[in-house]
């Protein structure tokens, strides 16, 4: 009785597991290919007004050029702001909104370099990388704001300083190659993607940026090299 108690509590406790390791992502995932724009963008401008209460719209002239290269019906509008925060950061929350830190915007004097950098941002809106990570990084929270039809309790507790989301193996490759085909459709010079990584990858060298950043853009030469290429054909 005892050893079939044992086996049961296991067996709940390995079915609790195997949907909590495998089940939530997929929901999550699932959720995030769904949810309605309108509740993304609820979500994505609390987040923003968390990350950088006082950032200020820019390069808005850059946004508008890119906008004109997307697709014909697509939703999604961008609010892109600066911070004066001097990390060497930006962050796409879902639906649009965009912050760019100061050292990131610094270092884009070029106006094509300020599109590359976006037209990379507005990747992860437009794939949903952002709404995904969200979902995953919080996928109990999610699921209950789901079933209650109640985004601003996911708000609440996603917003709680999150200046980075963690995106999933491969959103980044996507997101730059996107970029690279988004900046030549808005007439940008696509080259200036692998430019614009080329001066992110020097910045985090002279910054002596913490390893984690490295060890969490291991890929980035690599992602010279193919944006390089994607550009030059
Ligand atoms: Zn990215």
Redesign the pocket.
Known sequence: MLLALGALVGAAGFGVYGIWTWGLPWVADAAARVVPVEWEQKLGEAMMTSVAPGAQPCWGDVVRQLEGGLPEGNPYRFDVRCAAEKEVNAFAAPGGSIVVFEGIRSRMGRRELAAAVLA??MQ?VLKRHSMRAVFRGFALQALFAVLLGDVSSLGAQVVGGVTALH?QRGD?EE?DREAVLLMTRAGFDPRAVSEMLVVLRDATRESGAPPEWLSSHPDLERRIVETRRLAGR
């Open positions: 990379h941002e992860h995106y980044e997101a």
